[in-house]
């Protein structure tokens, strides 16, 4: 079983580029969470999504971020109009149940974002 | 605003030594507490967890030390091996209503041969 897969590993943009981030999540996983991680920083909720659906975006800046997980395909975390203080690791995770009783997330590797 | 503290930043033992790693929280709705241990490069994993109606679960040469009423709790890896070495977060979860894990800022641990 694959663990959860994140697109690109690395990715490098100039100022007000779009960078576009994805995330398969593990086989039967329906719960999908994007975290952001900064330098010296602990991870930082940004979003909750099952199939189709935002659950919770409250961790998301409120402008220029989006993220979508359609019915096909995998989980889209969109950052328009990149800034320097956009580069950052972003982390995928994916749960078979609700994290919010288990505490259990599987975590992708990363997409680490360099704004230049 | 951070919800969960942790400390030490960053943590060198020798091998076979005892780690220590310390978190406290305020909000008293937080009802489920998980590790996560990360290798450069990678994501976090879960490593254990608790919930506040236990004070310790042990789990091979890792333990959970749980204190509800100091709202504080405690990471303990004992005989220390070099491969422990990583960068440990404690989170934590209001559990039901709520699907977000708050995690502190980590302490990296360096366990010398």
């Known amino acids: 079983n694959a663990g959860v897969m994140q697109n690109p590993r690395h990715l490098v943009r100039r100022r007000g580029q779009e960078a576009r981030l994805r995330c398969s999540p593990m086989?039967?996983?329906?719960?999908v969470y994007w975290y952001r991680q900064l330098p010296e920083e602990g991870l930082k909720f940004m979003v909750y999504?099952?199939?189709?659906?935002?659950?919770?975006e409250s961790g998301m800046p409120k402008e220029r971020f989006s993220a979508e997980f359609p019915k096909e395909g995998p989980s889209i975390l969109r950052i328009q109009q990149v800034v320097r203080g956009d580069s950052a690791a972003y982390f995928c995770?994916?749960?078979?149940?609700?994290?919010?009783?288990?505490?259990?997330?599987?975590f992708g590797e990363g997409s680490r974002l360099t704004v230049l | 605003q951070q919800q969960v503290k942790q400390s030490p930043q960053s943590l060198i033992v020798q091998k076979g030594g005892i780690s220590i790693i310390n978190c406290a929280y305020e909000?008293?709705?937080?009802?489920?507490f998980p590790w996560y241990q990360q290798f450069p490069g990678k994501g976090p994993a879960l490593l254990i967890a608790?919930?506040?109606?236990?004070s310790e679960k042990k789990e091979g040469r890792f333990t959970i030390s749980f204190n509800k009423s100091a709202k504080q709790f405690s990471l303990h890896i004992m005989d220390s091996q070099p491969g422990d070495s990583a960068t440990y977060f404690c989170?934590?979860?209001?559990?039901?209503?709520?699907?977000?894990?708050?995690f502190g800022k980590g302490t990296k641990l360096t366990v010398n041969p």
């Open positions: 086989k039967g996983h329906s719960h």
């Open positions: 999504l099952q199939k189709e659906n935002i659950i919770d």
């Open positions: 608790i919930r506040p109606d236990v």
């Open positions: 989170a934590a979860t209001e559990g039901r209503g709520s699907e977000k894990l708050v």
């Open positions: 995770a994916s749960s078979p149940r609700l994290a919010g009783v288990t505490g259990e997330l599987f």
């Open positions: 909000n008293t709705a937080f009802d489920y």
